[in-house]
């Protein structure tokens, strides 16, 4: 069974985006997050998975339960996204895996190869066993590295244990410029009726012109895309009389897919505040809510694709962390997720268009050819 770009792009931006987006985005705090980071990080566990713990962790991100066949899929998408990254003028945008084995821990070397062929990922042995502290710290500098310097301190102490048998990681840098890029001179504060029925002040950036637009079930959307064209944010607004949890339910039940088909070249004037954003989540609860619970339970998990026997590795935690900065030439974003493993123990209206996104809303960056979303997240106070 192969799976095309086109398939694993839109189902790393597809069902499982739109389950963390409803997991992560009903509340009042601002959220950033890279659907593709975790996919990545999980897509690489499951690759050594075996049994219910490959079934269930590829049913949740929409993928095919063999792990040649998973592997060889986001091979394809991160050529993909390379090609698209070439093609566009100025943007930066870096994807890199890595796995981290405790010195000495016999993985399987089938599984080294995928990692290395698929994935681009080399193994840099690590003692967690003397120094767990040491270990923590090595894999935080290579984050850093690859997300320059945005994210920092991916792993807290306290994470990473002497009982720590292999970390996978992947890191997400991306950086571009707007095609049509705002005036600074417009930025103007202004109110944003923030979550909660707080209003408070903020920068809002402006311009009015031709902007693929829709407008579905009382909500707004617009698409601005990067130079280039390829990479796109797609913003998504509800009405006033609406909230975000309006528009997490529309994406559950049809997708970006809907919106997509919706959208078409219009007159807007669009009022966008600038905002920034860092944010970390441990993602256990939210990955058994969504049906990995294999993954973390000893009595259950299957990882002997990896090493050793069934039940002799599970996953200790997933963590993630992801930052957006979202300005008049364009954004920057960053993202990168840990999976730590130990040892058991409506129609458009004909006259110009406002899109006045001063109360919460929420965002996608994506490639738009594969469908991929990069980063996504709500703003509930810029």
């Known amino acids: 069974m192969a799976v095309g770009t086109q398939g694993v792009g839109a189902q790393t931006g597809g069902s499982f985006a739109n389950a963390l987006i409803g997991q992560w985005c009903g509340g009042t705090e601002n959220v950033v997050f890279s659907p593709y980071s975790l996919s990545a990080a999980l897509a690489m566990t499951a690759a050594g998975g075996r049994g219910a713990t490959a079934v269930q962790v590829a049913d949740a991100l929409g993928l095919p339960h063999v792990p040649e066949v998973l592997a060889a899929a986001f091979g394809a998408l991160d050529q993909s996204l390379a090609e698209a990254r070439d093609k566009s003028p100025g943007l930066a945008l870096s994807i890199a895996n890595a796995l981290y084995p405790q010195r000495g821990y016999a993985i399987r070397p089938g599984f080294l190869e995928l990692i290395r062929n698929s994935f681009g990922g080399e193994a840099m042995p690590l003692d967690y066993a003397a120094d767990p502290e040491a ?15 945005r994210i920092k301190d991916l792993f807290v102490p306290g994470v990473l244990t002497r009982a720590t048998r292999m970390t996978l990681v992947n890191a997400i840098y991306f ?35 031709q902007m693929r637009y829709a407008e579905l079930h009382g909500m707004q959307a617009v698409e601005l895309p990067y130079a280039g ?23 559950a039940q049809k997708g970006v897919g809907e919106w997509n088909a919706a959208l078409a070249e219009r007159d807007v ?18 990955l058994q809510t969504l049906g990995m619970t294999a993954l973390f339970d000893a009595g259950a998990v299957d990882l002997s694709g990896i090493a050793g026997k069934p039940g002799e590795l599970v996953v200790s935690a997933v963590v993630h962390k992801a930052f957006i900065e979202v300005a008049e030439e364009g954004t920057e974003a960053a993202a990168a997720t840990g999976v730590a493993m130990k040892m058991t123990s409506f129609r458009p209206p004909e006259k110009p268009v406002v899109f006045r996104a001063d109360r919460p809303f929420i965002y996608l960056i994506r490639e738009r050819g594969s469908g991929c979303v990069l980063f996504a997240g709500v703003v509930n106070k810029p």
């Open 135 to 149: 270990a923590r710290c090595a894999i935080n500098r290579w984050v850093e590295e690859q997300t320059a310097a």
């Open 175 to 209: 950086k571009g410029r707007w095609a049509t890029p705002f005036d600074v001179a417009q930025t103007k504060p202004a109110p944003f009726h923030a979550a909660g029925s707080v209003k408070v002040e903020a920068p809002f950036m402006q311009r009015r012109g």
């Open 269 to 286: 004037t669009l009022f966008l505040p600038r905002f920034t954003c860092t944010w970390s989540r441990e993602c256990t609860k939210t």
């Open 229 to 251: 064209h390829r990479f796109a944010m797609l913003v998504l607004l509800p009405a006033p009389e609406q909230t975000t949890a309006d528009v997490t339910q529309s994406l």
